[in-house]
């Protein structure tokens, strides 16, 4: 998995942190029992993938790969194996 870079991006990473932060304020605040604090925590969680979103569309994320370059890696796998 790590020799895929799966992930390891501006864009992933920042919608990741924002999406944890507001697992645990949603997490704070059922524990309390306040059903608004919850919900805002839940609000943060969806926030963290716009994030995300909007800068994998600002460039920041991982690029597309080419068909030629899909090619090439099927061909240096296919050799790998034999």
């Avoid at 925590?41 to 068909?67: H, Q, R």
């Amino acid at each position: 998995m790590a020799g895929s870079s799966h992930g390891h991006t501006p864009a992933a990473w920042t919608g990741v942190i924002i999406s944890f932060i507001g697992f645990c304020v949603a997490g704070v605040f059922m524990v309390a029992a306040n059903p608004v604090g919850f919900w805002a925590g839940i609000a943060v969680v969806l926030l963290g993938g716009v994030v995300g979103l909007a800068m994998k569309a600002a460039g920041l994320g991982m690029p597309k790969e080419s068909a030629e370059m899909a090619a090439a890696r099927a061909h240096a796998a296919q050799a790998q194996i034999s």
